[in-house]
Antibody, heavy 118, light 107 residues
Framework: EVHLAESGGGLVQPGGSLTLSCATSGFTFSGYWMSWVRQAPGKGLEWVANINVDGSEIYYVDAVKGRHTISRDNAKNSLYLQMSSLRAEDTAVYFC???????????WGQGTPVTVSS | DIQMTQSPPSLSASVGDRVTITCRASQSISSYLNWYQQKAGKPPKALIYAASSLQSGVPARFSGTGSGTDFTLTISSLQPDDFATYYCQQGYRGPWTFGQGTKVEIK
């Protein structure tokens, strides 16, 4: 069974940093592109970043470019999102997802909440 | 960026009703259109990929059609478990973008 579990969320001050992790199991992690998606409180879904199978191709939404870094460790079956220079508008639940056909987000974790506030 | 516009933003329907949600892209996205269902406090669940292909385990009452710029998600006979918010998403060109969501409520 495919399983994704995010961790690392919490309360951080504006300008601070946080690293999110996504532990995976139930599939060959090294064979799939992965993604981070976020959802601000009461709002819709926003795609954040994609990474290919070996980390050589990475894409970001403009809102996080230069501040957030997606990475992966295929030996640990884990995905990461390093977030820095955090702003109030980064407050959201962050989901990791496995990418499938047609750019679909076929499997999702439960999400980890990030709150940026002083 | 490709804008995705869903309609209606919300709808009220009864169990057994046929429900249709539309999604329009600001430019052609071929068939790179995906649909998700999300319930309060839960992660989204993938329903349909490539405009019309059902994800594994999704009931056959869900179906998707369309290509280019105009797409629809249809629930043939609404069930109690289907009351949720539905999102479309394009995977054609970065940045990937979602529609604003359609909330399906009980009439």
């Amino acid at each position: 069974e495919v399983h994704l579990a995010e961790s690392g969320g919490g309360l951080v001050q504006p300008g601070g940093s946080l690293t999110l992790s996504c532990a995976t199991s139930g599939f060959t992690f090294s064979g799939y592109w992965m993604s981070w998606v976020r959802q601000a409180p009461g709002k819709g879904l926003e795609w954040v970043a994609n990474i290919n199978v070996d980390g050589s191709e990475i894409y970001y939404v403009d809102a996080v470019k230069g501040r957030h870094t997606i990475s992966r460790d295929n030996a640990k079956n884990s995905l990461y999102l390093q977030m820095s220079s955090l702003r109030a508008e980064d407050t959201a639940v962050y989901f990791c997802a496995r990418i499938g056909d047609s750019g679909s987000l076929a499997y999702w974790g439960q999400g980890t909440p990030v709150t940026v506030s002083s | 960026d490709i804008q995705m516009t869903q309609s209606p933003p919300s709808l009220s329907a009864s169990v057994g009703d046929r429900v249709t949600i539309t999604c329009r892209a600001s430019q052609s996205i071929s068939s790179y259109l995906n649909w998700y269902q999300q319930k309060a406090g839960k992660p989204p669940k993938a329903l349909i990929y490539a405009a019309s292909s059902l994800q594994s385990g999704v009931p056959a009452r869900f179906s998707g059609t369309g290509s280019g710029t105009d797409f629809t998600l249809t629930i043939s006979s609404l069930q109690p478990d289907d009351f949720a918010t539905y999102y479309c998403q394009q995977g054609y060109r970065g940045p990937w973008t979602f529609g604003q969501g359609t909330k399906v409520e009980i009439k």
